[in-house]
């Protein structure tokens, strides 16, 4: 039996993940403070991750799973304390690419400050950095925007919510700008992957091959709740962000090395049905966000139209 260290637990990935582990029959260990429900199943070690102290030492671990490094220091914090371990695999994030950078993203691309991403993106490329100085076989996986069960983000459950309540959907412009996503168990079988092959790349981009518009993708969320999108175009200028799930930026992944190594990922249109059968299921798991509330304060003005924008 696998001993698996999963940082988190209690969040959106490293809950499904140490979910995913122990449904495969590995041993999953988490590392928080014990201030949430811990998932069934795990054991818990309970510290803060910056302060630590010794609480890791009597373990070894096949594997360390770290979701929750946002920087260079929680990286290094982390490997001083652990004990010992076969691999480490940090999730990282696609806000480490710059902005102004050439894309599709390839892992050749140099990392850089993104004017979206602000010092996340840049952080998070300094844990890259440090781990690969303490652990040079290390694995450190880039995705996009990570979707599915235990989604506490307010994106797919913000247009379930629009759908369910027979809303009108206040669209960003023509919606044609693009989304990729990547279904949060594909990240877990894409590190059992990894490890298992053990490739000589260890960065890699992860993500679906196709990525969707806005309008695709709000469209296949209400149909996915039994309902027919009427859009509002919205052209005002007035920050996306306030009455949309995503930035008004585009951006595209090159995830060719992850298809050499797992060609098929979840269907987006299945995977979105996973997340709204758990989140009808958990209604108070996601941090929601006043989207609605602005839109009904705001925009009522804007252009209407019959199912499609105009």
């Known amino acids: 039996m696998k001993n698996i260290l999963i940082t988190g637990g209690t969040g959106f990935v490293s809950r499904y993940a140490a979910n995913y582990y122990v449904k495969k029959g590995y041993r999953v260990y988490t590392l928080n403070r014990n201030t949430k429900v811990q998932p069934e199943g795990t054991t818990l070690i309970q510290a803060d991750r910056h302060v630590p102290g010794d609480v890791l030492r009597q373990y070894h671990f096949d594997l360390v799973l770290d979701v929750t490094a946002y920087n260079a220091s929680d990286v ?26 050439p894309q599709p993203f390839t ?3 140099p990392t850089g400050e ?8 840049i952080d998070k490329s300094e844990a890259e950095k440090a781990l690969l100085s303490r652990v040079p076989k290390a694995y450190i996986l880039r995705p996009p925007y990570l979707y599915g069960p235990m989604n506490n983000l307010y994106r797919e459950a913000f247009v379930f919510d629009c759908a369910l309540s027979d809303r009108k959907f206040y669209l960003p412009g023509d919606g044609q700008m693009k989304l990729q996503f990547f279904h949060v168990e594909d990240l877990c079988r894409f590190t059992d992957i990894v490890l298992e ?12 091959k196709e990525a969707v518009s806005v309008l695709e993708w709000v469209t296949m969320c209400y149909q996915i709740a039994g309902r027919k999108p009427e859009f509002v175009r919205v052209t005002e200028a007035v920050e996306q962000r306030e009455y949309f799930s995503f930035y008004d930026y585009e951006y595209y992944l090159d995830v060719r090395e992850q298809e050499r190594l797992m060609p098929v990922t979840k269907p987006l249109r299945e995977g979105l049905a996973e997340s709204l059968e758990w989140y009808l299921a958990h209604p108070d798991g996601v941090r929601k966000k006043p989207l609605m509330q602005f839109i009904d304060a705001n925009l009522k003005s804007a252009a209407l139209s019959n199912g499609k924008p105009r």
């Open 76 to 101: 290094d914090i982390l490997f001083d304390a652990l004990g010992s371990f076969e691999d480490y695999v940090l999730i990282s994030s696609s806000a480490v690419y710059p902005d102004s950078a």
């Open 107 to 109: 892992e050749d691309t």
């Open 114 to 121: 993104n004017k979206f991403w602000g010092n996340y993106g």
């Open 197 to 208: 092959e053990k490739p000589d790349r260890h960065i890699f981009n992860v993500g679906d």
